[in-house]
Nanobody
């Protein structure tokens, strides 16, 4: 059974940092494009960042220069380092693995940026 499990969310003050992790089981993550998405209350889910099998990255304009996506295929894990967090980054963050004609989603982890 395939599982993607996010962790690392929580409450942080504006300007602070968090590191999210997404641990995959049941798949070999190196075979997939991995991505982070987020959904704020009352809004549609949006792309935050993706990383290809070869390590190429794409970021949403709103997080460029502040967030860094990375992957460790030896650990079947993906990360999102989030710096200089803003109130508008508050959302549930989801990880996604796509490829081989299939898309898998995690259940999400809540990030709240507030003073």
């Amino acid at each position: 059974q395939v599982q993607l499990v996010e962790s690392g969310g929580g409450l942080v003050q504006p300007g602070g940092s968090l590191r999210l992790s997404c641990a995959a089981s049941g798949i070999t993550s190196s075979n997939y494009v991995l991505g982070w998405y987020r959904q704020a209350s009352g809004k549609q889910r949006e792309l935050v960042a993706t990383i290809t099998r070869g390590g190429g990255t794409i970021y949403a304009d709103s997080v460029k220069g502040r967030f860094t996506i990375s992957r460790d295929n030896t650990k079947n894990t993906m990360y999102l380092q989030m710096n200089n967090l803003k109130a508008e980054d508050t959302a549930v963050y989801y990880c996604q693995a796509g490829g081989l004609g299939t898309v898998y989603w995690g259940k999400g982890t809540l990030v709240t940026v507030s003073s």
